[in-house]
């Protein structure tokens, strides 16, 4: 079976971010392919702010999303080297999210999330 990466966000806590994860994830499962997301943070533990009972309950319902999205053992880090042989442990890499095109982004933060790491076989 073929391996599918996913680059996407990662991180925030944002529900749309994982929506769009998770239907590119089923989508991609749905054509037989093996696939599992690539968590792209900006840096490592990104832990949300509590600040009531409600933020309890949407990080309870939050983690809950999440274990329907196979994820990647290795993570992209924005300030971090890209982790050895990410590219070659998959067949294909689907960018995914809106936020690829936000011109805001370091030139070093676009080289991870467009892909510029892959190289050609």
């Known amino acids: 079976m073929e391996k599918v990466g996913v680059i996407t966000l990662f991180g925030e806590y944002n529900f749309g ?6 239907a590119v ?3 991609l499962k749905k054509k ?3 696939v599992e997301t690539i968590k792209y943070m900006r840096k490592a533990n990104e832990i949300p702010v509590i600040k009531n009972e409600k933020d309890a309950n949407r990080l309870k319902k939050f983690k809950q999303f999440n274990e329907k999205i196979k994820f990647a053992d290795k993570i992209l880090f924005m300030d971090e ?6 590219a070659e442990d998959y067949d294909y890499i689907v960018l995914g999210s809106d936020q690829i095109w936000n011109y805001s982004f370091s030139s070093f933060a ?5 892909g510029g790491f892959i190289q050609k076989r």
């Open 17 to 22: 971010n994982r929506l769009q994860n998770y």
């Open 25 to 27: 994830q089923e989508v």
């Open 32 to 34: 037989g392919l093996d």
């Open 110 to 114: 676009c080289d991870k999330i467009m």
């Open 81 to 86: 080297e890209i982790p050895e042989g990410l």
